[in-house]
């Protein structure tokens, strides 16, 4: 029996470095690793075809949680029944998953497992926008701060009411076109 490592985070901004340790530490004898979204298509997680291409009958492909492996709860669920056919068991470092001990009952338990992630994903995003609605309303400004003084804002209202175009306006005060526009576009 072989274990197979398979990590995975959404966006280059994330660091897959935790999750290798983990697969470093559970002994895994192949690791694989990608950035990319776990909604993007199967053909486009090259490096999880790689993972599953390494598994042979017997053995174990290994990940963080079962989410790594796909985003929706069919996803998940297709993915591991696939691996099931294969004889290829699937566990996870939380500890939720491990197929290998259970038999039959192992795609009903990834099943309830998924959706159950999936219900969770949900309720996350509710709550953030929720939490991100009421911040607006009481005030909270999101975004970048803005980089432009008042006397500045002041200068390009100005030429603009002089009926400046915007490209003489940006070469005139040494800004770019579209700053000039954000800037009225806030006034």
């Known amino acids: 029996m072989t274990l197979i490592g398979y990590a995975r985070c959404s966006t280059t901004k994330q660091?897959?470095?935790?999750q290798l340790d983990a697969l470093a530490g559970a002994q895994c004898d192949q690791i694989?690793?990608?950035?990319?979204?776990?909604?993007?298509p199967f053909d486009q997680r090259v490096e999880l075809q790689n993972a599953i291409a390494a598994c042979s009958s017997g053995d174990v492909l290994v990940v963080a949680k079962l989410d790594r492996l796909g985003r929706s709860m069919e996803d998940c669920v297709s993915r591991v029944a696939g691996l099931l056919?294969?004889?290829?068991?699937?566990?996870?470092?939380?500890?939720?998953?491990?197929?290998?001990?259970?038999?039959?009952?192992?795609?009903?338990?990834?099943?309830?497992?998924?959706?159950?992630?999936e219900i969770?994903?949900?309720?996350?995003?509710?709550?953030?926008d929720e939490g991100r609605r009421r911040a607006q309303d009481a005030g909270v400004k999101f975004g970048r701060?803005?980089?432009?003084?008042?006397?500045?804002?002041?200068?390009?209202?100005?030429?603009?009411?002089?009926?400046?175009?915007?490209?003489?306006?940006a070469k005139a005060l040494n800004i770019s076109i579209s700053k000039v526009r954000r800037i009225l576009d806030a006034a």
């Open 15 to 18: 660091d897959t470095q935790a």
């Open 32 to 40: 694989f690793s990608e950035h990319i979204s776990g909604a993007a």
């Open 85 to 117: 056919d294969d004889d290829i068991h699937v566990r996870t470092l939380d500890g939720r998953v491990d197929t290998k001990g259970l038999g039959k009952m192992a795609k009903l338990v990834v099943g309830i497992l998924a959706a159950a992630a």
């Open 120 to 128: 969770e994903r949900e309720l996350i995003l509710e709550r953030t």
């Open 145 to 169: 701060k803005r980089t432009w003084t008042p006397e500045l804002a002041a200068t390009v209202k100005q030429f603009r009411d002089q009926k400046m175009s915007y490209g003489a306006i």
